[in-house]
C-alpha cells in the first residue's frame, strides 16, 4: 500500500474547549487506485486530505507512506518526493505561464533548469495543453487552469495525488472531461489518486468509494 | 536555474512595482540632494585652505575656522621663518571689508592678502590679469562669483572702493569661494593692513608654513608650539577639518542633514515595507501554494528577499540619475552637489540594507502562513 492512515484523530481547540474533528480513521489506497472521499460539509474530510497530504499532522495516529510513517519533520521533505496536489481554486501562479507554473513546482521539488523543463513540457502534453504553455493563467479557462494544476501535480512523478473538489469550480461537460483525463494520466503512470468531492460525477470514474462522516469513515 | 517568480511577481502588477521603485527613488535622491548639497557646502568651508596647500598653519590661539579670523603681530613669522625645517612661511590676512558698488550700494567682500600670490599659486583658477602685478599698487582681484552676488559684471579695468579706497580690478579669479557666500577679493598684503589701520597694522591673521623636503612636521610643529606659545598650529587637514566643523557644529546643518537623511531612509523603508508588506498579503494563497508544494520558508524568504533587492537596485539607479539631472539646476543657483564614490557605494549598500530590513516584516508574517489555508475557499 502506498498510502496509509492508521487510526487518525485530529482535535482544533476553540479556547478551552477541544472540538474533535477526526476520531480515528484508518485508509489505505494502492498504487493505481483511484479512491473517491465523499462527505458533507463539516465532516472532517479536507482535514483528513491536508493530514494525508502531510499538511496538517494528526493529534493521534499515523500516517504511512510507502511502508514508512511520517515524523512531524519530514513533512516538507515528504510532500516534495511523494504527493502531488490538485487545488479547488486551481491556485496557480498568476504571473508565470502554464509552462513555468509546472516548472517552478518542480523547481521547489530540487529539479532544475533543462531537465525541469523537459518534464513540463512533458505533463503539459499530457493533459493536452502543449498548445497553451506560454498562455498567463488569466488567459485560459477554468478547465484549461484545472488541466494545467493537474499537469503540475503531475510533475516529478510523485507516487500519490490528492485532489480537493477538483471539479467544483468547472461546468459540467468540462468536469466531466477533467476528471476522465485525470483518471488515464493516473492509471496509466500508476500513481494513487484521492480526490475528496461533492461531486457525484466522481463516483464514475473512482474504484473505490469511501464516505466521511462526523469524523469516521463509513462504507 | 529556477523560474524567477520573484521577478516576475514583481512585474506582474506593475502599479505596486512602480510606487515601490518610486519610493525607493524618492528616498535616494533625498539622501544624495540633502548629503550632496552638504558637502558642496563643506567643500566651500575649507576649499582656500586645501588650495593654498600650506602643511602647516599658524593661527591666533582658539580660531574656530578660517573665516572668522584675530590677529597676531606679523613679525611672528620671523620665528617661524628661523625653525629648521621650515622652507617658506608667510602672513595672510583673512578679513571681512566693504566694498562700495558702482549702483551706490555696499556689500561685503572677503579679503585674502598675501605678499606673493604667485608663490602660492592663489587663486588657483586665474582668468584675468597677473597676481604679480598685486604689489604695484592699489589693485585688486576680484572672483566671479562677485558679479552674481553684487548684482552685475565686472571688467578688469574698472574700480570699486573698498573701505573707502579706490582699487582698479586688475584680475580675476573663478572657483574662489568661502562658506559664507561673500565674494572674494585678493589684494597685495600691506594694502590689506592699510585699509584697516586699527586692526591689521603691525598684524597678520595667519601665517603659512611650507616644509623643507624631509622635514619632520610633528618637529616643526613643536618647535613652532615652542617660540609661539599664545598661537595654535594645525596641519592643513586638520586646519580643514576644523573649519568644515564649525559651521557643522555651529549652524545645526549637520543636524538638519542627519535629521533629512533619517526621514528619507524613513520614506524609503515604510514605502518598501508597506508595498511588500501589501503584496505578501495579496499572494498569501500563491506562498501557500508554494508550502503545500513542498517549499520552506527559506523559498518563500528568497523570493521576498529577491524583490526587495530588485527594488533596492531599480529604485537606487532612479533615483541616482534623478540627483544628477538636478545638478546642472542646483549649481545654477550656486551652490555644489558633491557625490564622491564612497558616498555612492554607502547609499547604494543602505538602499539595499533598508529594502531588505523592510522585506522581513514580510518575512513574520510568511513563517506563519499555514499551507493548509490552499484547502480554504
Not at chain 1, 496509509?4 to 484523530?9: F, K, L, M, V, W
Not at chain 1, 494544476?149 to 512523478?157: F, S, W
Not at chain 2, 585674502?112 to 586665474?126: E, G, I, S
Not at chain 2, 515595507?273 to 518563500?300: C, P
Amino acid at each position: 500500500m502506498i498510502l496509509q492512515a492508521r487510526n487518525i484523530q485530529k482535535s482544533f481547540t476553540d479556547g478551552k474547549e477541544s472540538i474533535p474533528v477526526l476520531r480515528g480513521i484508518d485508509f489505505g489506497v494502492e498504487r493505481g487506485e483511484i479512491v473517491s472521499l465523499e462527505g458533507p460539509s463539516g465532516s472532517g474530510k479536507t482535514t483528513f486530505l491536508s493530514i494525508l497530504g502531510c499538511i496538517l499532522t494528526p493529534s493521534k495516529g499515523d500516517v504511512v507512506i510507502d511502508g514508512e510513517p511520517v515524523g512531524a519533520k519530514q513533512l516538507n521533505a515528504i510532500r516534495k518526493r511523494s504527493l502531488g496536489f490538485v487545488f479547488q481554486q486551481f491556485n496557480l501562479f498568476p504571473s508565470l505561464t502554464a509552462l513555468e507554473n509546472i516548472e517552478y513546482a518542480l523547481n521547489v521539488k530540487g529539479m532544475r533548469g533543462r531537465e525541469a523543463r523537459t518534464e513540463a513540457a512533458r505533463v503539459i502534453e499530457a493533459v493536452g495543453l502543449g498548445d497553451r504553455q506560454a498562455f498567463l493563467p488569466r488567459d485560459l479557462s477554468g478547465g484549461q487552469k484545472q488541466r494545467v494544476a493537474i499537469a503540475r501535480a503531475l510533475a516529478g512523478n510523485a507516487p500519490i495525488l490528492l485532489a480537493d473538489e477538483p471539479t467544483a469550480n468547472l461546468d459540467s461537460v468540462v468536469g466531466t472531461q477533467v476528471l476522465e483525463m485525470f483518471r488515464a494520466l493516473a492509471k496509466k503512470e500508476n500513481r494513487a489518486l484521492v480526490i475528496v468531492t461533492h461531486d457525484p460525477k466522481v463516483r464514475a470514474v473512482a474504484d473505490r468509494v469511501v464516505k466521511i462522516h462526523d469524523g469516521r469513515l463509513s462504507s | 536555474m529556477m523560474v524567477d517568480l520573484a521577478t516576475k511577481s514583481l512585474l506582474h502588477d506593475k502599479l505596486r512595482f512602480l510606487i515601490t521603485v518610486s519610493g525607493v527613488a524618492f528616498a535616494v535622491t533625498l539622501v544624495f540632494v540633502q548629503v550632496g548639497l552638504f558637502l558642496g557646502l563643506m567643500d566651500n568651508a575649507s576649499l582656500t585652505i586645501e588650495h593654498l596647500g600650506a602643511d602647516l598653519w599658524v593661527t591666533s590661539h582658539d580660531t574656530k575656522n578660517i573665516d572668522f579670523a584675530h590677529t597676531f603681530p606679523e613679525t611672528h613669522v620671523k620665528r617661524v621663518r628661523a625653525i629648521p625645517g621650515v622652507e617658506r612661511a608667510d602672513n595672510l590676512i583673512v578679513w571681512f571689508m566693504n566694498i562700495s558698488l558702482p549702483n551706490g550700494a555696499v556689500e561685503g567682500t572677503e579679503v585674502y592678502a598675501l605678499d606673493d600670490f604667485a608663490r602660492w599659486n592663489f587663486p588657483w583658477h586665474v582668468t584675468g590679469g597677473n597676481l604679480e602685478d598685486l604689489r604695484r599698487g592699489n589693485y585688486m582681484f576680484l572672483d566671479a562669483s562677485a558679479e552674481k552676488r553684487y548684482g552685475g559684471p565686472f571688467a578688469i579695468g574698472e574700480y570699486r572702493e573698498v573701505l573707502g579706497r579706490r582699487l582698479k580690478i586688475i584680475g580675476r579669479s573663478e572657483e574662489a569661494k568661502s562658506f559664507t557666500t561673500t565674494p572674494l577679493t585678493f589684494l597685495d598684503f600691506t594694502l590689506a593692513q592699510s585699509l584697516v589701520p586699527s586692526e591689521l597694522r603691525g598684524n597678520t591673521t595667519y601665517i603659512l608654513v611650507k616644509l623643507a623636503p624631509g622635514a619632520n612636521i610633528e618637529q616643526v610643529r613643536g618647535e613652532i608650539r615652542r617660540r609661539l606659545p599664545y598661537n595654535d598650529v594645525f596641519t592643513g587637514k586638520e586646519w580643514a577639518s576644523r573649519s568644515r566643523r564649525y559651521w557643522v557644529d555651529s549652524t545645526g546643518l549637520g543636524l538638519n542633514m542627519y535629521l533629512t537623511v533619517f526621514l528619507g531612509c524613513l520614506v524609503g523603508i515604510v514605502v518598501v515595507a508597506q508595498t511588500l508588506y501589501t503584496s505578501t498579503m495579496e499572494h498569501i494563497k500563491e506562498f501557500g501554494t508554494v508550502k503545500a508544494i513542498g517549499g520552506g520558508n527559506a523559498d518563500i524568504y528568497a523570493i521576498l528577499g529577491k524583490q526587495a533587492a530588485i527594488a533596492a537596485v531599480l529604485g537606487f539607479a532612479l533615483g541616482s540619475v534623478m540627483a544628477f539631472a538636478l545638478r546642472p539646476l542646483i549649481y545654477k543657483i550656486d551652490l555644489k552637489l558633491v557625490i564622491p564614490p564612497q558616498l555612492f557605494a554607502i547609499v547604494f549598500a543602505g538602499s539595499l540594507v533598508l529594502c531588505l530590513a523592510a522585506a522581513m516584516i514580510s518575512f513574520r508574517k510568511v513563517a506563519s502562513i499555514d499551507p493548509a489555508l490552499v484547502f480554504r475557499t
